[in-house]
């Protein structure tokens, strides 16, 4: 099993002015602890999970383009960018300039795109949900002609270009790869099965219980379009507050021990996941990432069934 970390929290004391230090910190140390990936969130106003819109927020391939200078093994993406966002040629050559500039560690993550607030408040149009999956797939095809250097014409219902050239082309080849996130049985999980090399659900709520009835479906996608399910890296975003056991963290919940971790990971790979990507409330503290090294050492020989 590979670990991840996204961070979706910027507003550490004295920001905005310790929001790059703090953030080259957390990267550093994800890098030194193991992580074989860091994730940023791609929006513009924090979400309502989080806090309040007025709290700091970073433009996701800003930060993965500073992230990536700090580093120099772990992969990067966003997790995920909403396709509404960017016009499709300029997310390719995004996606591109990342890889090109970390040494070929860039993702592309994607997904239809969901917080109407802040698409209404800077003025983004925010089409019908059929709309934004119609743009999706587009989208989706979009990259991978201009990865594959076709250069011929698209001409889709939402999106037309006369030249999708890319210059240069990507390091990882045959192109950065793409995560879709996001559970929808009917049109998410059948875009995964077509487009993508990974998947992306949440262990809240879904829980180990609810993951293998999606991967279920996701595999029945694959059959229908003759993908091979094994080729696809199963992900999921799990909250875990590492530390001490039996303390509390500042926050006031309590803090999750390396075995109950390694356990509850354990228990998403048994449920078919190879990537769990942490979203950890105490990212920016130091002391955290000795027990998060630990976490990768125990969890690293595990392997999702039917890999």
Same mark, same amino acid.
């Given at each position: 099993?590979?670990?991840?970390?996204?961070?979706?929290?910027?507003?550490?004391?004295?920001?905005?002015?310790?929001?790059?230090?703090?953030?080259?910190?957390?990267?550093?140390?994800?890098? /030194?602890?193991?992580?074989?990936?860091?994730?940023?969130?791609?929006?513009?106003?924090?979400?309502?999970?989080?806090?309040? @819109?007025?709290? /700091?927020?970073?433009?996701?391939?800003?930060?993965?383009?500073?992230?990536?200078g700090q580093t120099s093994r772990i992969e990067l993406?966003?997790?995920?960018? !909403?396709?509404?966002?960017?016009?499709?040629?300029?997310?390719?050559?995004?996606?591109?300039?990342?890889?090109?500039?970390? !040494?070929?560690?860039?993702?592309?993550?994607?997904?239809?795109?969901?917080?109407?607030?802040?698409?209404?408040?800077?003025?983004?149009?925010?089409?019908?949900?059929?709309?934004?999956?119609?743009?999706?797939?587009?989208?989706?095809?979009?990259?991978?002609?201009?990865?594959?250097?076709?250069?011929?014409?698209?001409?889709?219902?939402?999106?037309?270009?006369?030249?999708?050239?890319?210059? @240069?082309?990507?390091?990882?080849?045959?192109?950065?790869?793409?995560? %879709?996130?996001?559970?929808?049985?009917?049109?998410?999980?059948?875009?995964?099965?077509?487009?993508?090399?990974?998947?992306?659900?949440?262990?809240?709520?879904?829980?180990?219980?609810?993951?293998?009835?999606?991967? /279920?479906?996701?595999?029945?996608?694959?059959?229908?379009?003759?993908?091979?399910?094994?080729?696809?890296?199963?992900?999921?975003?799990?909250?875990?507050?590492?530390?001490?056991? !039996?303390?509390?963290?500042?926050?006031?919940?309590?803090?999750?021990?390396?075995?109950?971790?390694?356990?509850?990971?354990?228990?998403?790979?048994?449920?078919?996941?190879?990537?769990? %990507?942490?979203?950890?409330?105490?990212?920016?503290?130091?002391?955290?990432?000795?027990?998060?090294?630990?976490?990768?050492?125990?969890?690293? @020989?595990?392997?999702? @069934?039917?890999?």
């Amino acid at each position: 099993m590979r670990l991840g970390l996204q961070v979706s929290y910027f507003s550490w004391p004295d920001a905005p002015a310790s929001i790059g230090p703090t953030f080259g910190r957390i990267a550093r140390n994800a890098e /030194d602890a193991g992580l074989s990936s860091l994730w940023v969130m791609d929006h513009f106003f924090q979400i309502a999970m989080i806090g309040p @819109p007025e709290l /700091d927020m970073v433009e996701g391939y800003t930060a993965l383009a500073f992230a990536g200078g700090q580093t120099s093994r772990i992969e990067l993406g966003t997790l995920v960018t !909403g396709v509404t966002y960017r016009h499709p040629g300029l997310l390719a050559k995004t996606v591109t300039s990342l890889d090109v500039l970390s !040494g070929g560690r860039a993702w592309l993550g994607i997904g239809a795109a969901w917080n109407e607030e802040e698409h209404r408040g800077l003025g983004v149009p925010y089409p019908s949900t059929k709309e934004r999956f119609e743009r999706l797939e587009e989208t989706l095809q979009i990259c991978l002609q201009m990865w594959a250097g076709d250069e011929s014409p698209y001409a889709g219902r939402h999106y037309q270009l006369e030249r999708p050239l890319n210059v @240069p082309q990507s390091l990882r080849r045959p192109h950065p790869p793409i995560l %879709i996130g996001g559970g929808g049985e009917k049109k998410t999980l059948r875009l995964v099965a077509e487009y993508a090399d990974a998947c992306n659900l949440f262990d809240t709520g879904l829980g180990p219980e609810g993951i293998p009835r999606k991967l /279920d479906i996701l595999r029945e996608h694959c059959e229908a379009v003759g993908r091979d399910y094994a080729s696809i890296e199963k992900t999921c975003l799990a909250r875990v507050t590492l530390g001490p056991a !039996g303390e509390t963290a500042p926050s006031g919940e309590p803090y999750a021990s390396v075995d109950e971790t390694v356990e509850r990971f354990g228990r998403l790979s048994d449920a078919g996941i190879d990537t769990v %990507i942490m979203g950890m409330a105490n990212d920016s503290d130091d002391a955290a990432y000795p027990l998060v090294a630990e976490v990768v050492r125990q969890v690293e @020989p595990l392997r999702a @069934p039917g890999r």
